[in-house]
């Protein structure tokens, strides 16, 4: 499978070259859409950018932005498909060959209706294709079944992550309830993550187990379904499946008999197979498994206080916590599996925490080489709640300068092998090293569940209303770097190391910024030093988007 979208680094645009470092005698310039006259852009369509020449062709949306000086960040995508080569300021390391693809919530309107929450928005891929020091931008809409019909109806036609689609009468709103105990009513609409498989393929994925979709790496296309062959059954599943060359590892909440399946899925097929299963110890539902962490031979069920509402899923408005309640009296619980057996190793109660995201996690040995216990580690927000409701877009939208952003940290679980009912919840180090500010995550993909230094995730300059730091966390030395631009939203760091690399850090950070004046770029940072090396800007702001992946050039 190629990883290129289709471009020679050479190819002339039809715009004169802008001069900047490395390239100027390039040719380099955004280039043209080029895709079937049949695909309808949402806006009227760029024809051409040039980042250093007074010609510049825009949308009357991308002018009212700038001109509002409103963030791209929570702002829909002005148009449906988009693909150009960009014009570097810096030098991009030569090394650096493959695409980077991010995925994320970037439509949050359809006809007159305007979603609320930043978690609803239709799926827009972003793909950043790196060769020979030339970058090459592409995005478009992920082609779910939601979002067609969304167009085709001019409304919401399927349940998202906190809308639910207005009905005409009673009798059609008993309709979606039934569909919704089927799933039939349930969004695949797959905006929060992007993986490669073991075999190759790619698939966008988010909660629901029916929003798994295969697209085209070369040109961000949607393929189709990811059709699961087995009899699992079930409505979700966890966004994050940890995936490796050799395996495909996943949770899956059992919302009637509270517990979570933990499933293996090998490379080439689509079938998941048990590997075992973690009963719920409290609450009257699974805690929501957004993601988990996995050591080099046990996998963490986390069970956390924030639990699966069936009740809220029913609900035609949203509450605060939308399809989740918070059952701090139900506790909060660590599961450590054997992966080999399926057997449960340890069950510990923990301090009450609440988290999107693990980091990683790793075994803890003794002097004989004996599996003590594990660590897992975590973007941990102090057991506060508030940072879902505070996603809402409104909220993103209407910032006034005051500090709002909830405090978040490393959290770090300490799990023992030796039978003890507890495990630890500490800090991994000072959150004031990172602005109290600590989510999307990324690490050295060679260090999955092993002992590891480094961290790459978004924190916070405070005052702020949401992560604004790019910031590496230096876990030995207890210490983080931070980048920082005024004004700009950064979106996940991703390292990529560098090839026959020995060190941990020696690679890039690939992220997204939103900066201050509607507009946006694509960032390298030298993973090593933490500066930045190259930046390319981007036609238009583009919305915030959620998680990434690598895919290198075959």
């Known amino acids: 499978m190629t990883s290129s979208f289709p471009f020679s680094p050479t190819r002339n645009y039809g715009l004169p070259s802008c001069m ?5 005698s390039d040719g380099c310039s955004f280039g043209q859409p080029s895709f079937p006259k049949n695909k309808k852009s949402r806006e009227l369509n760029i024809v051409s950018v040039a980042t250093d020449l007074p010609m510049v062709v825009q949308s009357p949306l991308w002018k009212e932005v700038a001109q509002e000086r409103k963030l791209a960040a929570w702002t829909s995508i002005q148009q449906e498909r988009w693909e150009g080569e960009l014009c570097v300021n810096g030098e991009i390391p030569q090394w650096l060959n493959g695409t980077y693809l991010r995925n994320g919530p970037g439509l949050w309107d359809i006809g007159d209706y305007n979603f609320r929450h930043l978690f609803d ?21 992920i082609e779910s079944d939601a979002y067609k019909a969304a167009r085709k109806s001019n409304k919401l036609c399927y349940r998202e992550f906190s809308e639910v689609p207005k009905h005409d009468n009673f009798l059609a709103y008993i309709g979606d309830l039934a569909n919704l105990f089927s799933g039939a009513s349930l969004t695949d609409n797959a905006n929060t993550g992007v993986v490669q498989l073991g075999d190759g393929r790619v698939v966008c994925l988010t909660e629901t187990i029916k929003g798994s979709i295969v697209i085209d790496p070369s040109n961000l296309d949607t393929l189709g379904k990811f059709e699961y062959s087995d009899s699992l059954g079930g409505l979700v599943h966890s966004a994050h499946p940890i995936v490796t060359q050799s395996e495909f590892l996943t949770l899956l909440p059992d919302l009637l008999n509270p517990g979570y399946l933990v499933a293996r899925m090998e490379p080439g097929t689509n079938e998941r197979k048990v590997i075992g299963r973690v009963d719920c110890r409290g609450g009257p539902s699974p805690g929501w498994v957004h993601s988990f962490p996995v050591t080099e031979h046990y996998v963490i069920v986390p069970e956390m206080p924030l639990r699966y509402c069936a009740q809220n899923l029913l609900r ?9 309640e918070w059952h701090p009296e139900s506790k909060a619980f660590m599961h450590v599996m054997c992966k ?12 009450l925490f609440v988290t999107f995201h693990f980091i990683n996690a790793y075994e803890e040995t003794d002097e004989d080489g004996r599996v003590i216990g594990v660590v897992a580690d975590c973007c941990e927000h102090n057991a506060d709640t508030t940072i879902l409701d505070n996603l809402r877009l409104q909220n993103l939208r209407s910032w006034s300068g005051e500090d709002v952003l909830p405090d978040a940290r490393v959290g770090r679980f300490k799990i023992p092998f030796d039978g003890s009912s507890n495990g630890e919840l500490v800090e991994a ?13 990324s690490i050295n993909p060679a260090y999955l569940g092993k002992k590891y230094r480094y961290a790459y995730a978004c924190g916070a300059q405070r005052p702020c209303n949401f992560p604004n730091t790019l910031t590496k966390i230096d876990l030995e030395k207890k210490k983080a770097k931070n980048w920082y631009d005024e004004g700009a939203v ?9 090839p026959g690399a020995t060190k941990e850090d020696d690679g890039v950070v ?42 290198p050039k075959c």
């Not at 900047?20 to 100027?24: I, T």
């Not at 950064?490 to 560098?498: D, G, H, I, L």
Request: glycine residues 10%; contains cysteine; aromatic residues 10%.
């Open 510 to 551: 690939i992220s997204m910024i939103s900066d201050k004046n509607g507009e946006g770029y694509a960032l390298i940072l030298d993973a090593s030093t933490f500066e930045e090396i190259a930046r390319a800007k981007f036609p238009y702001g583009l919305p915030y988007g959620l998680h990434g992946c690598w895919v």
């Open 316 to 324: 035609a408005e949203p509450t605060p916590l939308y399809k989740f």
């Open 490 to 498: 950064p979106s996940e760091p991703f390292f990529v190391a560098r």
């Open 121 to 141: 928005g239709y799926a827009t891929l972003v793909g950043l294709h790196f060769q020979n020091g030339h970058l090459m931008m592409g995005h478009r809409q």
């Open 20 to 24: 900047v470092s490395n390239h100027a």
């Open 340 to 351: 080999a057996s399926g057997k449960l190793v340890a069950s510990v109660e923990v301090p």
């Open 429 to 441: 180090l000072n959150p004031d090293e990172h602005g109290r500010g600590m989510d999307m995550c």
